[in-house]
C-alpha cells in the first residue's frame, strides 16, 4: 500500500488491462490485490469504468459519450444471463470480437480499482495516446462482458449487475453526469439501488 493510499484511507482490490489487437479482438485481464474480489466488485469496476469513460469523451455533448450510455441501455434492455453477449446486443460485433484469452500485444486500457471502506470505491484509469473514441465505448463494454463471464452462475449477481445498468442510465437521463462528481456518484447510487440499499 502507497503513501496515497494511507492518506486517503483507500485500498488498491485490482488493477485492470483492457487489451484491442489488430484484429479488432477485445479482452480483459485483471489482476487482483487481496485474497478474494467478490462478484459484486467485477459490476462495481464495471459501473465505475464506464461512468469514466462517458464523463471524459464529455457527457452529454460527445456523440461516443452518448454512444456509450446507449449501448449500456442496448445491453440492460431485457435479462441478462450467462450467455448474453454485450457486442451483440449492442449491434456491434460485426465490429468488435470480445475473446476470453485477452491479446497480449495491442492497444491497452489500464487501471487501478480501490475500496474505501465497504460502500465506496474509487477508480484511476490510463488511457493510451494511440486509443480510438470507439476503442474507448468499447472498452466499457468489455469490462461489462467481463462482468458478466465472472457472475455467469450467480443469477441473482447477473440480476443485480442488470439492475445496476438500468439505474445507470436511468441516472444519467435524469440529468445526473455532467460534473466530476458523476464518476463516483452515478455508480455507487446505481448499485446500491440496484441491492435495496437506496
Known amino acids: 500500500m502507497g503513501i496515497i493510499d494511507v492518506i486517503f484511507g483507500r485500498t ?40 469514466k469513460i462517458i464523463y471524459s469523451l464529455g457527457f452529454p455533448k460527445n456523440m461516443s459519450a452518448l454512444m456509450a450510455l446507449g449501448s449500456v441501455g442496448k445491453v440492460a434492455g431485457s435479462d441478462i444471463n ?10 456491434i460485433d460485426d465490429v468488435v470480437n470480445y ?9 491497452i486500457f489500464t487501471g ?7 460502500f ?14 470507439q476503442q474507448i465505448v468499447y472498452s466499457g463494454l468489455a469490462l ?35 460534473s466530476i462528481s458523476a464518476i463516483s456518484e452515478i455508480p455507487k447510487y446505481a448499485y446500491m439501488k440496484a441491492i435495496g440499499l437506496m
Open 144 to 178: 461489462m462482458q467481463y462482468a458478466i463471464n465472472v457472475n455467469s452462475e450467480d443469477k441473482e449477481a447477473l440480476k443485480v449487475l442488470k439492475d445496476t445498468a438500468v439505474n445507470f442510465v436511468m441516472l444519467y437521463e435524469g440529468g445526473m453526469g455532467k
Open 12 to 51: 488498491k482490490i485490482l488493477e485492470f488491462a483492457i487489451t484491442f489487437d489488430n484484429k479488432n479482438n477485445v479482452g480483459v485481464n485483471i489482476s487482483p490485490f487481496v485474497p478474494e474480489i467478490l462478484g459484486p466488485d467485477f459490476i462495481r469496476l464495471w459501473a465505475s469504468y464506464e461512468a
Open 120 to 133: 465506496d470505491r474509487l477508480i484511476q484509469t490510463h488511457f493510451p495516446i494511440g486509443g480510438t473514441e
Open 82 to 91: 450467462k450467455k448474453t453477449n454485450c457486442f451483440k446486443r449492442a449491434k
Open 112 to 118: 487501478e480499482f480501490y475500496a474505501k471502506g465497504s
Open 99 to 107: 475473446v476470453t484469452d485477452s491479446p497480449t500485444v495491442g492497444t
